[in-house]
Nanobody
Framework: QVQLVESGGGLVQPGGSLRLSCVGS????????IGWFRQAPGAEREGVAC????????YYDDSVKGRFTIYRDTDKNTVYLQMNDLKPEDTAVYSC?????????????????WGQGTQVTVSP
């Protein structure tokens, strides 16, 4: 079965860090651009960061720029999202998806096949 599996979420205090993992099950992630998305309660899903299939290009939403880092470990068939200096407004369900990582004006327009997601809660 081909699917993306996310993990690494949890409860963390403001200013803390988490590292999310997106593992490709049944297929190789190397051939795909990967995007991380999040959806807070009552809000629409929004793109957070993405990395191109060649790893030559990464893009970050302004809300996370300088705090989050997306990177790929080919040996582990995994794309990570390192999240530092977390804020309460980062609280959401985070999920990854395959697609094309492009720059503005629509960097997250061509993604689909999301995983189930992992909950991130930032609270004192």
């Amino acid at each position: 079965q081909v699917q993306l599996v996310e993990s690494g979420g949890g409860l963390v205090q403001p200013g803390g860090s988490l590292r999310l993992s997106c593992v490709g099950s049944g297929f190789t992630l190397d051939y795909y651009g990967i995007g991380w998305f999040r959806q807070a309660p009552g809000a629409e899903r929004e793109g957070v960061a993405c990395i191109s299939s060649s790893d030559r290009f990464t893009y970050y939403d302004d809300s996370v720029k300088g705090r989050f880092t997306i990177y790929r470990d080919t040996d582990k068939n995994t794309v990570y999202l390192q999240m530092n200096d977390l804020k309460p407004e980062d609280t959401a369900v985070y999920s990854c998806a395959t697609g094309a990582c492009n720059g503005p004006p629509a960097p997250f327009a061509f993604f689909g096949s999301w995983g189930q997601g992992t909950q991130v809660t930032v609270s004192p």
